[in-house]
Nanobody, 124 residues
Framework: QSYLMESGGGLVQPGGSLRLSCTAS????????IGWFRQAPGKERQAVSC????????YYRTSLKDRFTISRDNAKNTVYLQMNSLKPEDTAVYYC?????????????????WGKGTLVTVSS
């Protein structure tokens, strides 16, 4: 069972933007740190960004922090990933995930709950 659900992926041209959304059907996201991860074909899954529920602190992969922005709307039970100036190397399946309640981890091994992913393709 997948508790988290991603949406917003698709095909975009280089330089374009997308906003991914992560929602949950059976638990309240604002109790959890939420992370975005991505996995390109033939590559390992990597952390993109996380936002904690304690004070809203954020983490970004260094190479992405100037282009990607994570945010959360607790009223909508949704976490967003705004991606700007997209590049072909951003092509991947993007997943949202959460560790156990109360954890501040932002690494794949520390995640307890995963969505099924949404495909982002950056191509002309």
């Amino acid at each position: 069972q997948s508790y988290l659900m991603e949406s917003g992926g698709g095909l975009v041209q280089p330089g374009g933007s997308l906003r991914l959304s992560c929602t949950a059907s059976e638990f309240t996201l604002d109790y959890y740190t939420i992370g975005w991860f991505r996995q390109a074909p033939g590559k390992e899954r990597q952390a993109v960004s996380c936002i904690n529920n304690n004070n809203g602190s954020t983490y970004y992969r260094t190479s992405l922090k100037d282009r990607f922005t994570i945010s959360r709307d607790n009223a909508k039970n949704t976490v967003y990933l705004q991606m700007n100036s997209l590049k072909p190397e951003d092509t991947a399946v993007y997943y949202c995930a959460a560790p156990q309640e109360g954890s501040l981890r932002c690494d794949s091994a520390g995640m307890e709950y995963w969505g099924k992913g949404t495909l982002v393709t950056v191509s002309s």
